[in-house]
């Protein structure tokens, strides 16, 4: 069975710092582009970052651009976002997403954010 | 950056009715070069993680029920649920994948009347 699993969420304070973490199974990892994409509660989906599949190619959002950091360990089938600086708007459920030849095809359940003091 | 943008926001329908959600892009995601839209729908439950319905504007994913079918060109796309089941009921996303980054509409939430 395809999953992603994301954990590393929780309560962290303004300026603070925090790494997540997505196991995936049930596909080749190495092979395909990985995303983060994140939901504010009550809001919709806003699209944060990518990887390409060997990690050689990463993007961001203007949102987080200089404050995240995506990385992967295709040996360990793991995908990571380092978030610093956070802020209350960084607030938000994260989600893991793999794409496929072209869509966002299998998405993780979320892990939870919450920068608050 | 292109804006997606859905209609309604919220929507009830009585169970065994069509439920019908639109959604409009700024501008055109028809790619010239392959003739396709690069527009996909999405369905989120509370807890779960979304879920891929629709990609290419029309085109199933695998194991998703017949009753789920999507339309449109261009700029202005319709996710139809044919039969409204209990379990349909979510918040639904389009999405567009061909301009960086990805965007999606607001949602629209489904419920049954």
């Known amino acids: 069975e395809v999953q992603l699993v994301e954990s590393g969420g929780g309560l962290v304070q303004p300026g603070g710092s925090l790494r997540l973490s997505c196991a995936a199974s049930g596909f080749t990892f190495s092979s395909y582009w990985m995303h983060w994409v994140r939901q504010v509660p009550g809001k919709g989906l806003v699209w944060v970052s990518r990887?390409?599949?060997?990690?050689?190619?990463?993007n961001y959002a203007d949102s987080v651009k200089g404050r995240f950091t995506i990385s992967r360990d295709n040996a360990k089938n793991t995908l990571y976002l380092q978030m610093s600086s956070l802020r209350a708007e960084d607030t938000a459920v994260y989600y893991c997403v793999k794409k496929g030849s072209e869509v966002l095809d299998i998405w993780g359940q979320g892990t939870m954010v919450t920068v608050s003091s | 950056d292109i804006v997606m943008t859905q209609s309604p926001d919220s929507l009830a329908v009585s169970l065994g009715e069509r439920a019908t959600i639109n959604c409009k892009s700024s501008?055109?995601?028809?790619?010239?070069?392959?003739?396709?839209?690069?527009l996909a729908w999405y369905q989120h439950k509370p807890g779960q993680a979304p879920k891929l319905l629709i990609y290419?504007?029309?085109t199933r994913e695998s194991g998703v029920p017949d009753r789920f079918g999507g339309s449109g060109s261009g700029t202005d796309f319709t996710l139809t649920i044919s039969s409204l089941q209990a379990e349909d009921v979510a918040v639904y996303y389009c999405?567009?994948?061909?301009?960086?980054?990805?965007?999606f509409g607001q949602g629209t939430k489904l419920e049954i009347k």
């Open positions: 990887i390409s599949s060997d990690g050689s190619s990463t």
């Open positions: 999405q567009q994948y061909y301009g960086f980054p990805c965007s």
């Open positions: 501008q055109s995601v028809l790619h010239s070069s392959n003739n396709k839209n690069y």
């Open positions: 290419w504007a029309s």
